[in-house]
């Protein structure tokens, strides 16, 4: 049987049953037969999403096959371009699993409903595209009956966000398992690190510190539109470039150490106050930057408990390199990551000094999360243990955006007002075609709408 003939039908049966995903709510209190694979059974993967992360999770998906048979079925890409070349890589690194003949690769802005339309319920959709279309695939993937891994973040604005609570709930009801790609939190020298901390190793947190500083990385600065391609592509393709898209690089670059660090103090800031600003309005040949990011960002978070969460973000060449993160509590401090999103090893010491005498502990276990992610959630998947990580992921969400959009209007910004803010960035790509307008136009000089602390204050842009 093909990988979707036994989906078409059980789709056909279960829209009979339930009306569509319209009715998903309602099912929140009738218990449903498991849809998951047994511990052998065969696990189909579909991609959506073919980019550097895409193709990377579906090789650790793959990974994953000591649990049991697992194989990539479908893929789908908005460009042809994309889906080619992670096609080509991964068929190349791993023949055995990679399963997707040309009839299975879809491309387009509708290509992620006819991926999924490959897989039977139970199993498994990666959704790695930029973080805008997440809630749109979310969709799909429930009125599928699929499980989900997604990527962080998964959202970058109030509206989205409510609209992603109330899907992850859905999910839940549905008895899907949903895993969310912020990893630290399976990063198993940071599990290790937040057990001691809960065991008050640390004595009281009184403040937490993040850095990310290094170059411009992506796509966080772009040059004018070139004239052979739409505003649309231009858009997505840069994705870090566009608040809409992405949540500019802030929400895409600094969310991990936000997250983290937040899980270390076991709550999420209540609010946040910051500054930021843009620096090289052009590049050195004298060409404009129209991107809408600010070059450099410093946000201080409050917790309901008035203990302070400090971080420094900066995309800027020439400037001291610093990636890593840091928690002070009455007994000692520790460090968290000690290099990048979640680098190893993590430590703690006595005091405020980090000297090798004051040491009193570190991580040796040095796992590569990315592959703990895929085996926490295809043990969850294979044994039917509830898993549903959407809630944290829209949350962690949340609390970034709340630093970014106080930098972008200069007002302090609490949790409740970022999931609140009605300012939806880019409404309607649920019905997105390739002849849509971009979500974003540029100015006559060709500039995006950029932030602009104290003029515009109750939206960012
Ligand atoms: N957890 C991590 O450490 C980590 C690392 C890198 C990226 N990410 C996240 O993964 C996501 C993707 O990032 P990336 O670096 O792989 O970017 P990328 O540009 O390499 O990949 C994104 C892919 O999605 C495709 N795409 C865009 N819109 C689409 C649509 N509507 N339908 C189908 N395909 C579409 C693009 O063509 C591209 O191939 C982002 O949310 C990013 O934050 C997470």
């Known amino acids: 049987m093909e990988p979707n003939d036994s989906a078409t039908a059980s789709r056909r049966q279960f829209l009979k049953t339930t009306g569509g995903v319209a009715a998903a709510s309602a099912l929140s209190s009738i218990h449903l037969p498991a849809v998951h694979a047994q511990g052998s059974e065969m696990v189909q993967v579909a991609l959506v999403g073919c980019g550097g992360r895409g193709s990377g999770a579906a090789m650790d998906a793959m990974a994953t096959s000591k649990q049991g048979p697992i194989r990539l079925v479908a893929m789908a890409d908005a460009y042809q371009d994309r889906l080619n070349s992670s096609h080509a890589g991964l068929s190349r690194a791993n023949p055995a699993q990679i399963d997707v003949p040309e009839d299975r690769r879809f491309v387009g802005f509708d290509a992620y409903k006819h991926a999924m339309d490959c897989l039977k319920p139970g199993d498994v959709v990666i959704l790695t595209t930029p973080p805008a279309f997440r809630w749109v695939h979310f969709q799909q993937a429930i009125e599928r009956r699929l499980n989900v891994f997604m990527e962080k973040p998964v959202t970058v604005d109030g509206p989205t966000s409510r609209r992603m609570l109330k899907l992850g709930e859905e999910a839940s009801a549905r008895n899907l398992k949903v895993g969310v790609g912020l990893m630290s939190r399976h990063a198993r020298h940071m599990q290790e690190l937040h057990e001691r901390i809960q065991n008050g190793e ?22 004018p539109k070139p004239a052979n391609i739409s505003d649309l592509d231009y858009q997505i393709r840069r994705f870090h470039s566009f608040l809409w898209a992405s949540g500019g690089c802030f929400s895409d670059f600094y969310i991990h150490i936000v997250d983290h660090l937040c899980w270390m103090k076991n709550a999420w800031p209540t609010k946040a106050q910051a500054t930021g600003g843009r620096h090289f309005g052009e590049s050195k040949e004298g060409v404009p930057f129209v991107d809408q990011n600010f070059d450099n960002y410093s946000v201080e978070y409050t917790f309901a408990d008035g203990s302070k969460f400090l971080f420094d973000g900066r995309c800027m060449n020439g400037c001291a390199g610093m990636y890593s993160s840091y928690v002070h509590g ?110 974003l136009l540029p100015g006559a000089n060709g500039r995006y709408p950029q932030p602009q602390p104290g003029i515009v204050t109750t939206r960012e842009y």
């Open 330 to 439: 009455t007994k000692g401090i520790a460090i968290a990551s000690r290099a990048n999103d979640c680098g190893t090893p993590s430590a703690i010491y006595k005091g405020q000094n980090v000297t090798p005498a004051n040491m009193l502990w570190q991580s040796t276990n040095n796992t590569n999360p990315y592959r703990n992610e895929w085996e926490d959630l295809m043990d969850a998947v294979r044994k039917d243990k509830p898993y549903n990580e959407v809630k944290r992921g829209v949350e962690a969400s949340v609390a970034t955006s709340m630093g970014r959009m106080a930098a972008h209007t200069g007002q302090e910004i609490s949790f409740e007002t970022m999931l609140n803010c009605e300012h939806e960035f880019a409404p309607g790509l649920d019905k997105l075609t390739a002849n849509s307008p971009a979500p």
């Open 202 to 223: 640390l004595g009281d947190i009184i403040l937490m510190r993040g850095y990310r500083m290094h170059g411009p990385a992506g796509f966080f600065e772009s040059l």
